[in-house]
């Protein structure tokens, strides 16, 4: 009877031993599954902000486009604003508002404007039919009608536009009269070489 006893006391502890061992097993493997889901968890967060950067990069890509180079509203406005800063002779506005790209140009100089009507004798008095125009997937360039006065008289011209980085008018090219040789004016040469980077129109 006694080792009928010890057999069973043995056997209550194994079974004990066992039962604790068996829970501390379950234990450790819900230990191990809430670790795993965390660390899924924190995976699947990091996807979905990677998922939410890209679309937000590519609808700021397709807005730029938009609000810029397909807005063909807002690049006559920022034309005829940069125009009729040059007309003020407001020449700060003027000088920060041509869009050149990369380094600073002369024509973002305030003094290079003042230079061209006080020195050079060029006053731009009036503007109109400021257009933008689309080509080649974009509006990217337009063109305008330009009034000079020039040794006290009016000239009007044609011009090119070109538009640069933030939808600011990067060229404005006068074209000279076709009744006349090209670089017979040298004022709209000069005006040229400022607002058009090149005085061979």
Not at 2 to 22: Q, V
Not at 44 to 64: D, E, M, N, P, R
Not at 173 to 186: L, Q, V
């Amino acid at each position: 009877m006694d080792r009928t006893i010890s057999t069973s006391c043995c056997h209550l502890i194994s079974g004990g031993f066992f039962a604790f061992a068996g829970i501390d097993f379950i234990h450790d493997i819900m230990e191990i599954n809430v670790c795993n889901w965390k660390g899924m968890s924190v995976r699947l967060q990091l996807i979905k902000t990677i998922g939410y950067l890209l679309v937000v990069f590519f609808a700021a890509c397709f807005l730029y486009k938009v609000t810029l180079f397909w807005n063909p509203i807002g690049l006559q406005r920022q034309t005829m604003t940069f125009l009729s800063a040059v007309q003020e002779q407001n020449y700060e506005k003027a000088a920060a508002m041509l869009g050149w790209e990369g380094e600073k140009t002369e024509g973002n100089q305030v003094s290079a404007w003042a230079r061209l009507a006080g020195e050079v004798g060029v006053r731009l008095i009036s503007f109109n039919n400021v257009h933008a125009e689309f080509d080649d997937g974009c509006y990217c360039t337009g063109h305008a009608n330009l009034v000079f006065e020039i040794d006290g008289e009016p000239l009007e011209v044609r011009a090119i536009l070109t538009f640069g980085k933030w939808g600011k008018p990067k060229q404005i090219c006068a074209i000279t009269p076709s009744d006349m040789r090209s670089r017979s004016i040298p004022q709209l040469a000069a005006w040229n070489l400022l607002a058009c980077g090149n005085g061979s129109f």
